[in-house]
């Protein structure tokens, strides 16, 4: 290689601002035989020519449209090489991964959307999943209390991929599971039954579609079922005392699994 001066051509860092590739990929390529400076200093710098120019805007060019370095020597150094055939490639490679990439997005805004209102849905699809009655409102105050909870995030994960066929599911199940349970309590059914430790579990079972509930954390939503107003007048809604029932099932079924109901916390 022939010494030059600096006038000749242009240095590593100043080729890497101009093309705004890093001095550390310009060596590689370099190391590889990619391109290679053609002038060097007396002192030992490599030095680019207009020409190695020319060819390093090319690399740059097609590594933006994703093609390898492999891919790129063969273009570059091939004079039969069908570049118009490997840019079309590379072209249905990139719709490709630009409808991925829409479609990631679109999950995000779904994922934020679920994080921030809870449920999906509209008002009117709320109404005819979970009926007339329902408060449209519940989901932004229970944000507000249990938003910072490992559980509302499993929640709103939950969430973000349902609609409202997968909504009227889990809102039949939970229909179901009350049906079922103001008909135990009339049939006589003993908390810490075989009968009552069925429902119990089947209570679990259905709220898991809103998140995984621990025994312990059952104790404490049995709890709030008896002692929380809205929730009381739901369950003694379907049958007279049937809240209370409903935690003392959970609360017996819980002693049976080594669980002191008086003592239980949400973990």
Same mark, same amino acid.
């Given at each position: 290689?022939?010494?030059?001066?600096?006038?000749?051509?242009?240095?590593?860092?100043?080729?890497?601002?101009?093309?705004?590739?890093?001095?550390?990929?310009?060596?590689?390529?370099?190391?590889?035989?990619?391109?290679?400076?053609?002038?060097?200093?007396?002192?030992?710098?490599?030095?680019?020519? &207009?020409?190695?120019? @020319?060819?390093?805007? +090319? %690399?740059?060019?097609?590594?933006? /449209?994703?093609? *390898? $370095? #492999? !891919?790129?020597?063969?273009?570059?150094?091939?004079?039969?090489?069908?570049?118009?055939?490997?840019?079309? &490639?590379?072209?249905? @490679?990139?719709?490709? +991964? %630009?409808?991925?990439?829409?479609? /990631?997005?679109? *999950? $995000? #805004? !779904?994922?934020?959307?679920?994080?921030?209102?809870?449920?999906?849905?509209?008002?009117?699809?709320?109404? &005819?999943?979970?009926?007339?009655?329902?408060?449209?409102?519940?989901?932004?105050?229970?944000?507000?209390?249990?938003? #910072?909870?490992?559980?509302?995030?499993?929640?709103?994960?939950?969430?973000?991929?349902?609609?409202?066929?997968?909504?009227?599911?889990?809102?039949?199940?939970?229909?179901?599971?009350?049906?079922?349970?103001?008909?135990?309590?009339?049939?006589?059914?003993?908390?810490?039954?075989?009968?009552?430790?069925?429902?119990?579990?089947?209570?679990?079972?259905?709220?898991?579609?809103?998140?995984?509930?621990?025994?312990?954390?059952?104790?404490?939503?049995?709890?709030?079922?008896?002692?929380?107003?809205?929730?009381?007048?739901?369950?003694?809604?379907?049958?007279?005392?049937?809240?209370?029932?409903?935690?003392?099932?959970?609360?017996?079924?819980?002693?049976?699994?080594?669980?002191?109901?008086?003592?239980?916390?949400?973990?």
């Amino acid at each position: 290689m022939p010494d030059a001066t600096e006038a000749d051509g242009l240095t590593v860092g100043a080729v890497s601002t101009r093309l705004g590739v890093t001095v550390r990929a310009l060596h590689h390529w370099d190391e590889i035989g990619l391109a290679r400076p053609s002038l060097r200093t007396a002192a030992g710098y490599r030095l680019y020519t &207009a020409g190695d120019l @020319q060819r390093l805007h +090319r %690399i740059v060019v097609y590594r933006e /449209l994703g093609l *390898g $370095l #492999d !891919r790129i020597r063969a273009i570059l150094d091939d004079s039969t090489a069908d570049v118009p055939g490997a840019l079309r &490639a590379q072209r249905t @490679q990139v719709a490709e +991964r %630009i409808d991925r990439l829409q479609r /990631l997005s679109a *999950g $995000l #805004d !779904r994922m934020i959307d679920a994080h921030e209102r809870g449920l999906l849905l509209t008002a009117e699809q709320q109404a &005819a999943v979970f009926g007339p009655q329902w408060n449209p409102d519940l989901h932004a105050k229970a944000r507000q209390r249990y938003g #910072d909870t490992t559980q509302w995030l499993q929640y709103a994960e939950r969430s973000a991929s349902r609609g409202p066929e997968e909504w009227q599911a889990i809102a039949d199940a939970v229909a179901g599971l009350d049906r079922a349970l103001g008909d135990a309590m009339d049939a006589g059914v003993a908390p810490g039954s075989p009968e009552a430790n069925q429902l119990v579990e089947r209570h679990r079972e259905v709220f898991a579609s809103y998140f995984p509930l621990t025994r312990q954390m059952q104790v404490c939503l049995g709890r709030m079922f008896e002692s929380d107003p809205g929730f009381a007048a739901h369950y003694d809604g379907i049958r007279a005392g049937l809240a209370t029932w409903f935690r003392r099932i959970i609360d017996a079924s819980a002693r049976a699994h080594s669980i002191d109901p008086d003592t239980a916390t949400w973990q």
